[in-house]
């Protein structure tokens, strides 16, 4: 854990343009203010969060490296963190239930076939107190910027239903509007490759928000649906959005 959060730090000191230093003073900015204790980061691969002092993270992924760099070879020039624990991030089912004083799940949330399932698993590990810190892309600042929003009745959804109903629509509409752009492939391609990830079971990102949009799901998540949630902190930070939640005590 030590050589990655060592890692972490010797990357930020890298960091040469304004624009890059601003975008990692935001993101430590709130980690310095929320973040204590033990806890998880999920998915961190090569950008795992500087974090301060006071806090031990563990590093949660699905794989460990040596697949994860044949799963994603466009990071094969890039460092990614030691694995600590082996889990899928959407469960973390080989977390204790209240064992965690943070998780942190940067660049996750959108990759999560249901995202309200999701919140609920990772509010089962927190302890009452601790603190979820998520950073969710901006739909307009991103590749994303030509995908249809997801709505909250799709969500909701997916949490009521499983997700399977919507699978092969999240795959075909990446492979029409990011996979063929970003591989500079033909149009007519794209249904041939949205099969080709879904078989692969390529993590792609199934759902689009923007700041308003997510807002309204992490609201009906705490008024609609009771998750023992807060909303500390909503801050934009260039491509993305970072939202710090609080599980709350239950009531006496």
Known sequence: ???????????????????ERRFERTRYGLASRYLHGDGLEIGALHMPLRVPRRAAVRYVDRM??????EHYPELAALPLVDVDIIDD????????????DFIIANHFLEHTQSPITTLESHLRVLRPGGVLYLAIPNKHETFDRTRPLTTLEHVIRDHEE??????RQHFEEWAEHVAVVLNDLP????PEEAMRLEEADYSIHYHVWTPETLTAMLLHCRDG????????????????????????????
Request: net charge positive; aromatic share 2%; proline share 8%.
């Open 64 to 69: 460990a490296v040596g697949d994860l760099r």
């Open 89 to 100: 991030g959407e469960t973390l089912s080989t977390i204790a239930s209240e064992s965690q």
């Open 162 to 167: 499983g997700p399977a109903w919507s699978r």
């Open 225 to 252: 649906l009771g998750f023992p949630i807060e909303l500390e902190a909503v801050q934009r930070n260039r491509h993305e959005v970072i939202v710090v939640l609080r599980k709350t005590p239950p009531a006496a």
């Open 187 to 190: 149009p007519e391609q794209a």
């Open 1 to 19: 854990m030590q050589q990655t959060v060592t890692k972490a730090k010797r990357r930020a000191r890298q960091l040469t343009s304004p624009e």
